[in-house]
């Protein structure tokens, strides 16, 4: 029988054993010690092969070169003493343990796993680090933190990041990555493309992306001024800075241009800008410079250049000339601004502030707001508004003149909206008494003037002007309150807002269900009171029911701009403001389509129900109260619950919202309709006229005297209505 051995054998025998180990072609010996033969220990997967090499355990030769056998012993002295049947059990013993120690072998051996290619099992090898030195634990410090007091502040500090400056978090030791270059090379030159500030102190920062602030609390007019004192002082610790005031000319801004005037000395001082630097410094080298430009139909330059001197930006905004134009080119100045005076920032470094006060929407969006957002990014300028709320989900408001003339009042048209790209909700007229909400304020921005700040990082300050007189008084919406329901600024065009919509099946009804309503309006509250006779009531009845079907055939047509089943994809809108546009559009129109057809049906029992003499004796007044049962439409029930539902889900998701005001009026009033019948006897005939007697005989009558003619006072002068 042949084995395989390992093929590092330890030859390392003891120098005293006759045994040793010989290896050749035909025959490998293994020494081992003088009283134990070597035999494989259990366990150990020694695979056998029929060309193995043969093994024995023997004697090294004797002086005659014979070989003795492994089982076979020198003759002691007394081996002749030996009986003689001792080889015979110990050939018998032997075979028993053979066969024992084979028995064994193999049941280990068939409780192996043999692998595919089999082979010595080499265990892993494990490391240890014996360190006989015994470790020495550090003493932890005990580190003292005191809490910062903003109050031991010299300055207000916060953190402020723009949109020229996206991505960007302060540091207050920069890793400077290459070495400083003169600053002749780091200047762009006026057809570059966008100029990015990126002032010392600041290094990159992908996780941060911030955009212009367009939701600030209605304030005063000094109120915002201050705010804007407080952000031309943060930027002019980063960098030099050039301030344009941009005033509107209108006649309506007069009050505003005045506040600024008054508040001008104090603003300067509080940037300790007031007195000259000159004699110090190189103008180039001055932290703060001024420009006042104004607008209407044309943009105008009243400080032909930036100046340093306090006393003449002063005098150029309280002497500003009164445009009567009307027209209001806001973007277009702001373009012109950036175009003409862009040098600043190319060649002094300076960051441009642009200050616009207006109190309307601005005419020239359509053709000029991607242009001036575009420039004011390349050149870096930041644009910050003092401007009016929109009006909600229209582009113009309305407000009363008392014209001196004639002593009437005169409901001028103003364009204050609207807040969003195009209008997104309903125009339906409420039934019953109440207000109709027609110039609701919306709590946002005007979208284009709002787009603007958006996307050059200012910010927008809603202020009370004058243009603002005439929206419904709500009270005021709160900016954190409506945040969540603000507009998307990223479209900067109608034909973009418009390919989106078409991506969310539920927006683009909203809209066009909006566009709709504006070319086809239902006629709003009927005749709620009827004084009838027995001779006409059914004709007074049936003409009453014209209108509502006039009503409801309106309706029906705005109602086809949602496609069936249109409410399952309210689940799926994850917009705040879209889901309560959808929910205030289409209850809306569902409670007009059930009051209708609520109403058509009660007069038409009315007709059916009511005889002659009933209306001569008992029935000859309606009056029609609103009812929160459906008394005549049963089978509008369920439309009427779904369209309740909405409304009331506007008001708990948006409380303190314009959806939520139009919501609560459209609630106010029940669905159905209830006809309270009553009777007023009529009037009694007229006595007969007295019987006319003979006329007296006639007498000499003297012509009167001729009169003077008299000429009329003439009429009141025509009232002559200021362009807001």
Known sequence: MAFDLPTETDSSFDADSNWEYREDDDVEFAAADDDALFEPSDGLDMPFADDDKAVWFAEAPDADGELVAADSRPATEDASDAPLGNDSRGSVAGTLISVVLHVALLLNLAQLVIDDEPGWYEPPLEAFIVNDKPIEEEELKTVEYVLANPDERELEVREVINAARIGMVATENPRRESAPQQLTELLPSPREQHVYDVPEGLEVDDRIVVNGTTGRELVQIDSALDLITWEIANNMQESRVLVVWLLDASGSLTEQRKAIARRLRRIYGELNALQTQTDQLPRTELPLLSGVVTFGEKTTFVTPQPTENFDEIQSAIQNVEVDQSGVENIFGAVKQVCSNWSRYRTTQRRRILLITVTDEAGDDFSQSLEPAINVCQRFGAKAYVVGPTAVFGRRQGFVPYRAPEDGKTYQLPVDLGPESPVMETVVLPFWYAGSQFENLSSGFAPYALARLVHETGGVYFTTNMTTMSGLTPTGVFDAATIKSFAPDYRFGTAEDYMRDLAKHPLRKAVVEASIMSRTTQPPGTPQLYFAVTSGNFRQTATEAQKSAAKGQYMVESILQSFPPGIEKELACEDSARWR?????????????????????????????????????????????????????????????????????????????????????????????????????????????????????????????????????????????????
């Open 580 to 724: 309560v546009n959808f929910c205030l559009t289409y209850g809306r129109l569902l409670a007009q389509r059930v009051r209708n057809l609520e109403y058509n049906y009660g007069l038409a029992w009315v007709k059916s129900n009511l005889a002659n003499d009933d209306v001569d004796t008992k029935a000859n007044r309606w009056n029609i109260r609103p009812s929160k049962k459906l008394n005549y439409a049963g089978t509008m029930r369920k439309t009427a619950a779904l369209s309740e539902e909405l409304l009331q889900r506007v008001v708990d998701e948006a409380p303190g919202t314009p959806w939520a005001v139009l919501a609560s009026r459209e609630l106010k009033d029940g669905f159905g309709i209830e006809i309270q019948q009553s009777y007023v006897a009529p009037p009694p005939p007229r006595p007969p006229a007295p019987r006319t007697t003979a006329p007296p005989k006639n007498k000499v009558q003297f012509a009167p005297e001729p009169k003077k003619p008299t000429t009329p006072p003439p009429p009141p002068p025509k009232p002559v209505l200021p362009k807001l």
